[in-house]
């Protein structure tokens, strides 16, 4: 079934996999990870033991699978999250790919082959810094993109300073 937070609505759901889940669309997209997740969650309501398993590559400091991660990593609960290196779950990979990966283009393969959570391809405003401003300012950050021209940021920047 296709990922839309509509077209799940009415079914009874056993169990769901949400592949690569750190890849998904968040919060500007018209059908958003978050979105994607509450649809699902009711449908799985009726069936005891229903299991939700989201499986990635950790990417982006921002959506439903880091979110989870904050919130559950190395916490005693019914939601289990782990993180491990490509190697450790999958020995077979050569490490000559890792060191390849590595070399060419650190902070990709970190997030691909080391289970590592990336800061570069954040908002341009950080999460902590939309923690420590106001909603209105935290909301300029999160509308910006990566296509935002200089004079954006800039204007963002002020509004931060001042």
């Known amino acids: 079934m296709a990922a839309s937070y509509r077209s799940l609505r009415g079914y009874t759901v056993i169990s769901a996999l949400l592949d690569e889940l750190a890849w998904w669309p968040t919060d500007d997209s018209a059908n958003p990870d978050h979105e994607i997740i509450a649809a699902i969650k009711p449908a ?3 069936i005891p033991n229903a299991m939700l398993l ?3 590559s950790p990417y982006a400091q921002r959506g439903a699978l880091f979110d989870a991660f904050k919130r559950h990593y190395g916490q ?3 939601v289990l999250v782990w993180k491990a290196p490509t190697r450790t779950m999958n020995p077979t990979v050569p490490q000559s790919v890792i060191d390849a990966a590595m070399e060419a283009d650190p902070l990709s393969a970190a997030a691909e082959y080391m289970a590592q959570f990336r800061t570069d391809v954040e908002n341009y405003c950080s999460r ?6 106001s ?3 935290a909301s300029n950050c999160r509308a910006l993109k990566a296509s935002a021209i200089t004079l954006s940021l800039i204007r963002v920047a002020d ?3 001042a």
């Open 76 to 78: 005693d609960g019914p």
């Open 159 to 161: 509004r931060l300073t």
């Open 128 to 133: 902590d810094v939309g923690k420590q401003r």
């Open 135 to 137: 909603s209105k300012v």
């Open 44 to 46: 799985m309501s009726t």
């Open 54 to 56: 989201c499986a990635s």
